[in-house]
């Protein structure tokens, strides 16, 4: 009886293997998942300084360009300039601060081979951006896209005009310009 049951275990194994396999082959056979993969994951290649100053009305010389010291799936480029928004106030061991409330426009997560869905808990779906995508809203934070397409998943975080709408429009854009170097 026990090696029945040991037959049975390593046969459910092996099948749940093959499944597994056969899943992220086919998903990673998607052209953009493809494209995105590359050889070198270069945040600042896939959304560029250009293609923040084309969308937005920035004084060139104000923006800063921060770029993870290495290129894998926990790296991220981040433009930054000044907001006309006053200075946001927190608590930090127990004092009361003021730090600048500054526009921010990040990428950063790309990640591959991703089968499990985004725990959506607290996200809204948004239709017609890769083959899914999810975002959520934080008036201090901005909104936080995440998109998947193929076998990759990336996260575009944006907060510039500190209003729910106009920064969704915002990290949309960015998103589509991310899957734009992609498409022939």
Same mark, same amino acid.
Request: aromatic share 10%.
């Given at each position: 009886?026990?090696?029945?049951?040991? &037959?049975?275990?390593?046969? #459910?194994?092996? !099948?749940?293997? $093959?499944?597994?396999?056969?899943? $992220?082959?086919?998903?990673?056979?998607?052209?953009?998942?493809?494209?995105?993969? #590359?050889?070198? %994951?270069?945040?600042?290649?896939?959304?560029?300084?250009?293609?923040?100053?084309?969308?937005? *009305? &920035?004084?060139?010389?104000?923006? $800063?360009?921060?770029?993870?010291?290495?290129?894998?799936?926990? #790296? !991220?480029?981040?433009?930054?300039?000044? +907001?006309?928004? *006053?200075?946001?106030?927190?608590?930090? !061991?127990?004092?009361?601060?003021?730090? *600048?409330? %500054?526009?921010?426009?990040?990428?950063? =997560?790309?990640? =591959?081979? /991703?089968?499990?869905?985004?725990?959506?808990?607290?996200?809204?779906? =948004?239709?017609?951006? #890769?083959?899914? +995508?999810?975002?959520? !809203?934080?008036?201090?934070?901005? &909104?936080?896209?995440?998109?998947?397409?193929?076998?990759?998943?990336?996260?575009?975080?944006?907060? /510039?005009?500190?209003?729910?709408?106009?920064?969704?429009?915002?990290?949309?854009?960015?998103?589509?310009?991310?899957?734009?170097?992609? %498409?022939?």
């Amino acid at each position: 009886m026990k090696t029945l049951a040991y &037959i049975l275990m390593a046969a #459910g194994l092996s !099948w749940t293997g $093959t499944v597994k396999e056969d899943i $992220t082959v086919e998903a990673d056979k998607h052209p953009v998942s493809v494209c995105l993969r #590359g050889d070198d %994951i270069r945040y600042h290649d896939l959304l560029t300084r250009d293609d923040l100053l084309r969308y937005l *009305p &920035i004084d060139s010389s104000s923006l $800063t360009v921060k770029i993870a010291p290495f290129y894998s799936e926990h #790296g !991220w480029v981040c433009y930054e300039w000044k +907001s006309n928004r *006053p200075d946001r106030e927190m608590e930090l !061991w127990g004092e009361r601060i003021r730090i *600048p409330d %500054i526009n921010r426009v990040t990428l950063k =997560f790309l990640q =591959f081979d /991703v089968l499990e869905k985004v725990d959506s808990i607290g996200y809204r779906q =948004f239709e017609n951006l #890769g083959d899914r +995508s999810y975002w959520r !809203w934080d008036r201090s934070q901005g &909104i936080e896209l995440i998109v998947e397409v193929g076998a990759a998943r990336f996260t575009i975080e944006t907060n /510039v005009d500190a209003a729910q709408d106009s920064d969704l429009e915002k990290a949309v854009y960015f998103a589509r310009q991310v899957l734009a170097k992609c %498409i022939p």
